[in-house]
C-alpha cells in the first residue's frame, strides 16, 4: 500500500553541524514531495519541496535529496541552530497534475539540537 | 503565524457531544484543506475544498463528520457523537492555485 516513513524517530545534533533526515516511501507514482517542520503546539511549516523530475534541491541552508531508484528522500540541514530543533516530516502527493490534493505524511523524525 | 486562522484552540468535551471547528484560511486562498494530527504521528488528510465545492472526502471522514464551506471562505469541521478516538488535532490548510500549502496552529480536540 502506499505509506511514508521515516528510519529514525529521533535525532540529535550539535548545534552547528550537519543534519540529516532520512525518509522512505512506497508509492513509486509519488511525484511530487515535501519537508515540514513541526514545532511544539504549532501547525507544519512548509521548508522544501521536490519534483519527481529533478533529484536534488538547495534552499537557505537545507537541501533536499531525491532517489527514485530506491524511494528515498533527505533532508539535510546545515550548520545547525537552537531553532531548528523540531518535527520533521516528510510527505509526498501522487498525481497532482490530475487534480489528486492528497498529502501522505511520514510519521516524523524529531530533531534535537543540542547548545 | 500563518495567517490561516482556527478556532476554537482548545476543546475539551465529553463522548456523545457534537464539535465545531472553524478555519479561516488566508484571504482569496481558494483551496482549503483539512487534516487530523493523533500525538506522534503525521497529519492524515480528511477532505479538500476548491472555493465551496467539497472535491475530495478521505475514508477517515465517517458520517458523523462533516465539513462545509458554503461561500468559498471560511469553513467548518463538525464532529456529531464525539468518541473517544476522535482526540486530535484538526489542522486546517489553505493554498492559492499550486502554491504552498500553508496550515494553521490547529484545534485540539479532548474527548473524555
Known amino acids: 500500500g502506499e505509506s511514508v516513513g521515516l528510519h529514525l524517530p529521533t535525532l540529535s545534533v550539535q548545534e552547528g553541524d550537519n543534519s540529516i533526515i532520512n525518509c522512505a516511501y512506497s508509492?513509486?507514482?509519488?511525484?511530487?514531495f515535501i519537508w515540514y517542520k513541526q514545532e511544539s503546539g504549532k501547525g507544519p511549516q512548509f521548508i522544501i519541496d521536490?519534483?519527481?523530475?529533478?533529484d536534488k534541491r538547495q534552499g537557505q541552508r537545507v537541501t533536499v535529496l531525491l532517489n527514485k531508484t530506491v524511494k528515498h528522500l533527505s533532508l539535510q540541514i546545515a550548520a545547525t541552530q537552537p531553532g531548528d530543533s523540531a518535527v520533521y516530516f516528510c510527505a509526498e502527493n501522487s498525481g497532482r497534475a490530475f487534480g489528486n490534493e492528497k498529502l501522505t505524511f511520514g510519521t516524523g523524525t524529531r530533531l534535537t539540537i543540542i547548545p | 503565524d500563518t495567517g490561516v486562522s482556527q478556532n476554537p484552540r482548545h476543546k475539551i468535551t465529553k463522548r456523545g457531544q457534537n464539535v465545531t471547528f472553524r478555519c479561516d484560511p488566508i484571504s482569496e486562498h481558494n483551496r482549503l484543506y483539512w487534516y487530523r494530527q493523533t500525538l506522534g504521528q503525521g497529519p492524515e488528510f480528511l477532505t479538500y475544498f476548491q472555493n465551496e465545492a467539497q472535491l475530495e472526502k478521505s475514508r477517515l471522514l465517517s458520517d458523523r463528520f462533516s465539513a462545509e464551506r458554503p461561500k468559498g471562505s471560511f469553513s467548518t469541521l463538525e464532529i456529531q457523537r464525539t468518541e473517544q478516538g476522535d482526540s486530535a488535532m484538526y489542522l486546517c490548510a489553505s493554498r492559492a492555485g499550486a502554491g504552498e500549502l500553508f496550515f494553521g496552529e490547529g484545534s485540539r480536540l479532548t474527548v473524555l
Open positions: 521536490i519534483r519527481s523530475n529533478m
Open positions: 508509492n513509486s507514482a509519488s511525484d511530487y
